[in-house]
């Protein structure tokens, strides 16, 4: 099954501001058109080792983004009313940052892929019971009803998903959606698979995938990530996709307050749609790559089963990235297996032509290891979660993941994954992230001030009386107070240059020299 996102986003187009908006109702200054707008440290580093010739990628934000970047560079992509993406020569960065109406540039940075009754009597795989997935299994909660949504490299339809994949078609978008790589088919699989004999399950093998291939032939970068979290906010009430998984980081260190990419991950947070990331797979003290380090998100590192069933030999993978970050926050806030994961291998991908035959676990089946495939196991968890409880809101769902989490393996300061209980908590939870200053935030609770990338958007489109959190009930999700079509312009979303024929394979290599993704 195939969405033609021109054909089916209902609820409307927003301007950027809307998707990457600045705190509702959080009376936010905004800085005059006339002021310098602010270079990012990471791309003022990145500017400062770089030749003056060198072309950059960045992201404009501000009222003059568009005719600031097409007069000091050239745009690459425009992001709704007041961004673009673009390229400029590292000499031209002052220049473009001084323009009338430009508030921020930022880097585009590269992304790397951080790699009905169902039985878990036949499983193959380990990860499932130590998740104590069998446990909402066995009471009828598989998360059907409920989306979610891998932006990855795509997903090649299988037996294993039948007709709970969606093939999500971003506009602009050409070619075939299927993964030619074979990172998004294993990352869906980890999350909702289910194998025609029960060998291997996905944790939520009822829910609904909704695959969005950010597969370009030059190689991912941040506002492909932003145009696919884009595609998710305004879809997301129509199709409850409840859950995004994004198994990928920018390869540039970033304070979250600097980043689009966590403003983006934000605003899908503060309207209902729990988002997990994985930690990626640097090791420790390396957790400064967006999105892994946004607060309000929830990060998941990996640890070794050792192949045992038991939790008595976990521990903490060396390769799994962990740490404070430069804004405070400790992440990963949970672990999930994250070695010899078994899930299906997409035919004629990168993945088939490379994986060694020792990994191939079965015919169309194949282990890997990464914090990308401990990522989609928490994907799944919350769509368990949501549909056993469609009143819990993102803040619930973290809470409730975190507050009931299993033991914590050796050398890891945070516990495992665990729906031995989570999924069907008795009484009213609690709610993560209340304490954190989030660039978007629901009414009541505690939003940044100041300057933060959440500053240089307009927020006059997104005030708090146009939503509510209080309850978040199911009632409340439906796409009439979603529609803000006059807000948004789905002509400058329009990107010629997707193409998913090929894929810049290096960047699904080690993080770093300890990681091996087969070992």
Known sequence: MRHDAKRFALIGWAALAALLCSCAGAGISHPRSSQRGTIAAALASLASRSAPGTRLHVIVQGAGASSAAASVGRIEKRLGRDGVAAT?????????????????????????????????????????????????????????????????????????FGARLVQVRVD??????????????????VAAGKSADGRFIGIAPGATVYAININRPEGVRTSDVITALKWVFDNAHAYNIRVVNLSLGETVTSSYKESPLDLAVERLWASGVFVDVAAGNRGPGQIDYAPANDPLALTVGAFDTMDTSGPGDDTLSPWSSGGKTTDGFAKPELVAPGRHIAAPLAPASTFESIAPAANRVASGYVSANGTSFAGPQVAGAAAIIFQAHPDYSPDNVKWVLLAKDG?????????????????????????????????VCAPGSTCLSGSTIASKWSSTSWNSSSWNSSSWNSSSWNSTSWNSQADWDSSSWNSSSWNSTSWNSTSWNADNSTFDLWG
């Open 172 to 189: 602009g978008q050409t070619g075939s959606l299927d993964d030619t790589i074979g990172h998004g088919t294993l990352v869906a699989g």
């Open 88 to 160: 400029v020569r590292a000499d031209r960065l002052q220049r473009l940052s001084s323009r009338r109406g430009v508030s921020l540039v930022a880097p585009d940075a590269r992304i790397a892929f951080t790699a009905t009754s169902v039985s878990a009597a036949n499983l193959a795989t380990i990860f499932p019971g130590r998740d104590s997935a069998s446990n909402p299994w066995n009471a009828g909660v598989t998360g059907e009803g409920v989306g979610i949504a891998v932006i990855d490299s795509g997903v090649t339809p299988s037996p294993d």
């Open 407 to 439: 033991a914590k393996p050796k050398g890891s300061s945070v516990g495992a994954l665990s729906l031995s209980s989570s999924y069907n908590l008795a009484g009213t939870p609690g709610r993560a992230n209340q304490s954190v200053p989030a660039l």
